[in-house]
């Protein structure tokens, strides 16, 4: 099942986790003034997993949004189909309540690097959330 942000409010006894996932700085080189310093993680697939199982997928929108609807318990998300570890982002770890929606905010720090073909970037993982936790790489 894959599922993106509506931005809906939940509907009674709903549990899950949403939220939104960033990555910063947004752009190479010294911050501009003005300038958005981070920028969503915008279309990019992720797994949730239960017990090392994939139970479910999710993508988030144009605004790094997501809303997945999920049982109560522990789960660890990660991006789907990165083969490269150019841009490694997660995993995270989350635990959902009963009948509750999991706020997080997910922030990536994007580490720059020239290239022939303009920037890559290398994610160190930085979280912005007092309802999930980060794991080691």
Request: glycine share 8%; net charge positive.
């Amino acid at each position: 099942a894959v599922s993106v942000s509506t931005g809906q409010t939940p509907s009674p006894g709903e549990s899950g986790i949403e939220g939104v996932i960033t990555i910063s700085p947004a752009n190479p080189g010294p911050t501009r003034i003005g300038a958005a310093a981070s920028a969503p993680l915008a279309r990019s697939t992720f797994a949730v997993e239960k017990n090392s199982e994939e139970v479910t997928s999710f993508v988030t929108d144009d605004h790094g949004r997501f809303r997945v609807s999920l049982p109560p318990g522990h789960y660890k998300i990660s991006i789907k189909g990165r083969k490269s570890s150019i841009g490694h982002i997660g995993p995270f770890e989350t635990d959902v309540a009963p009948s509750k929606m999991t706020s997080v905010q997910w922030e990536c720090e994007a580490e720059f690097a020239s290239s022939s073909n303009g920037y890559a970037f290398r994610c160190r993982r930085r979280l912005k959330s007092k309802d999930a936790q980060l794991l080691p790489a």
